[in-house]
């Protein structure tokens, strides 16, 4: 994943190897498409991201979408001191 849906270490490869990847598996609007994907897969269920960076997903496309706060979960937990 970091490589291609990040770009990280994209760079480093080799560029024939790059051009025979993306020949035999094209990446037509791929950044559009795979943050849909990302969106359709956690919308419904919005409790799983805590502390992913899929809640970054949802608060960029779902409106209203309200990350849990970690700092809040611990302050407001039923814990006496």
């Not at 990446?27 to 805590?50: N, S």
């Amino acid at each position: 994943m970091e490589t291609d849906v990040l770009g990280i270490g994209r760079d480093a490869l080799v560029p024939g190897s790059l051009e025979a990847v993306t020949d035999a598996h094209p990446r037509p609007d791929f950044k559009r498409r795979i943050l849909d994907a990302f969106t359709d897969g956690f919308k419904d269920r919005p409790d799983t991201t805590f502390g992913t960076v899929n809640a970054d997903v949802l608060a960029h496309f779902v409106p209203g979408f309200r990350r849990i706060d970690f700092v809040e979960v611990i302050l407001n937990s039923s814990w006496p001191e």
